[in-house]
C-alpha cells in the first residue's frame, strides 16, 4: 500500500484538487483488491473512504489531464522496461455488455468470445522487451452507424467530442503509432500486428512513416511475384485525351502467385523447425522459411518485402503468413522470434482482465470508458515495477535472441 501511494503521487499534479486525487487512489486500491466484482459501486463500498456517488462522478465526469499521465507513464515504462530491442504491438480487444446505451456498443465480432456479440471493442498499443511487457495507450472503436442522425442523443448522452469522426480499428491504430513515435518516450526496434492492421494501407503507412520496420500477419490470399515483372507504359484515349499507365508487359507470364500457393510450391529443404515461446503452455514447435518477394496492388508490382510462412508440423500443416519490411540482411531467427511476441498483448488483456476488473466496468460515458481503461493500464504497470524493483524474472516469451 505505501509503495502504491508513490507511485499515486506521480500523477498529483495531473488533477486540478484533492478529491479527484483520492477517488484516484481509492480506484487503484479497488482494482488491486480481492473483490470478486470490480466495478464503481463494489470498489467503493470496500475501499476505506471511497463513496459511490463521488467515485462514480469522478470516473465518468470528472476532468482528467489524460494527456500528461500518458506522458508520465511512458516515461515510467521507459525506466523500467526502455529496451533497444523493444517492440510495439498492436491488437484489439472486446467486452460483451448488455443493454445499448454504452458508448460504441454494437453487435460486432468479439475476440473474446470468438463470435459476433453485443460487445464494446478497444484498440490497443502496447510494449514488450526482455525486461517485461505492459500496454501503452488505447482507443474506443466506435462503429460507423453511431455517427448517423439516430444516433445523435446517444453520442450526447455518452459525451461525445463534437468533432470526434468515424475511423476504423487500423487508422485507430496508425493514430496510436503516430502519437507514440511523436512522443519519442518509449524505444522499439520493430513493430507487431495481426492481419487486420497488416492488411490496412493506412496502417502500413503510418507503420513505414516511423522508420523503425514492421513485421504483420497478412491473409493467405495476398498476391505477389517471387522476381519483378517488366513493366510498360501504354497509352491510350479517353474522350479524346491522349493517357498513359503503367501496365504488366506480358499478363500470361506475370501472373502474380498467392501466398498459399507459394507456401505449398517450397521443398522441405527450405522449411527450417524453430521452438517459439508462445502461448499458456510455454514453448510450441513450428517449421519457417523466408522469401522475397514483390507485393501486387492493382495487379502492379509494388514495393519489395519479406514473407516469413510459418507452418504447423503434421501431414496437414496449417500456415501463417507474415510480411516484413526489414533489411535484407534480417536472419530467420529474428523473424521467429517477432512471430511469438503477439502474446505478449494476449498477456496483458488476460492479466488485466482476470486481476484487475479491465471488463467488469459499468460506465457508459465515453471518458468513463477510457479512465477505466486508463487506470487497468497504470496499475497492472505498478505489479510489473513491483517483479522488476524486486529482481523478478520477466516472462521466457522475449528470451529468443534477436
Known amino acids: 500500500m505505501e509503495e502504491l501511494k508513490g507511485f499515486h503521487q506521480e500523477f498529483a499534479d495531473c488533477f486540478s484538487r484533492q478529491e479527484p486525487r483520492e477517488n484516484f487512489f481509492h480506484y487503484m486500491v479497488g482494482q488491486l483488491s480481492q473483490l470478486e466484482r470490480k466495478s464503481i459501486e463494489p470498489i467503493a463500498l470496500n475501499v476505506e473512504n471511497a463513496k459511490v456517488r463521488a467515485l462514480q462522478f469522478f470516473v465518468s465526469d470528472v476532468a ?47 475476440g473474446n468470445v470468438g463470435k459476433v456479440d453485443n460487445c464494446q471493442v478497444g484498440v490497443f498499443a502496447a510494449y514488450a522487451s526482455k525486461h517485461g511487457y505492459c500496454l501503452l495507450n488505447s482507443r474506443l472503436f466506435v462503429p460507423e452507424k453511431w455517427f448517423g442522425e439516430e444516433y445523435k442523443e446517444r453520442r450526447r448522452k455518452c ?26 518516450a518509449v524505444a522499439f526496434r520493430f513493430i507487431v500486428a495481426d492481419s487486420l492492421y497488416g492488411g490496412s494501407p493506412e496502417f502500413i503507412g503510418a507503420a513505414e512513416e516511423t522508420g523503425v520496420p514492421y513485421f504483420v500477419s497478412v491473409a493467405h490470399d495476398t498476391l505477389c511475384w517471387l522476381t519483378q515483372p517488366m513493366t510498360i507504359i501504354r497509352e491510350y484515349k479517353y474522350k479524346g485525351e491522349v493517357r498513359r499507365k503503367k501496365v ?3 499478363k500470361i507470364e506475370s501472373k502474380p502467385l498467392s501466398f498459399m500457393a507459394i507456401a505449398k510450391s517450397i521443398n522441405s529443404y527450405f522449411w527450417y523447425r524453430r521452438k517459439v515461446n508462445e502461448g499458456t503452455k510455454g514453448p510450441i514447435e513450428y517449421e519457417f522459411t523466408k522469401r522475397r518477394v514483390i507485393l501486387s496492388a492493382g495487379n502492379l508490382p509494388q514495393k519489395e518485402v519479406w514473407l516469413v510462412i510459418k507452418r504447423t ?56 470508458w477510457s479512465h477505466h481503461i486508463l487506470t487497468c493500464m497504470l496499475v497492472h504497470f505498478f505489479l510489473w515495477h513491483l517483479k522488476v524493483r524486486l529482481g523478478k524474472k520477466s516472462a521466457s516469451y522475449y528470451s529468443v535472441a534477436a
Open 64 to 110: 482528467w489531464n489524460e494527456k500528461k499521465i500518458i506522458s508520465k507513464y511512458h516515461s515510467m515504462v521507459n525506466e523500467d522496461f526502455g529496451d533497444s530491442d523493444g517492440v510495439l504491438i498492436f491488437d484489439e480487444s472486446g467486452f460483451v455488455k448488455k443493454g445499448e446505451n454504452s458508448a460504441g456498443v454494437a453487435r460486432q465480432y468479439c
Open 159 to 184: 459525451r461525445f467530442p463534437r468533432d470526434l469522426q468515424f475511423k476504423t480499428k487500423p487508422q485507430l491504430a496508425a493514430e496510436l503509432l503516430k502519437e507514440i513515435r511523436q512522443e519519442g
Open 248 to 250: 504488366l508487359s506480358n
Open 313 to 368: 508440423l503434421g501431414e496437414k500443416p496449417e500456415y501463417s503468413f507474415y510480411i516484413s519490411n526489414a533489411m535484407i540482411s534480417t536472419r530467420l531467427k529474428t523473424f521467429v522470434w517477432l512471430s511469438g511476441l503477439r502474446w505478449a498483448i494476449e498477456q496483458c488483456f488476460e492479466e488485466t482482465k482476470t486481476e484487475l476488473g479491465m471488463d467488469q466496468y459499468e460506465v457508459r460515458k465515453l471518458p468513463g
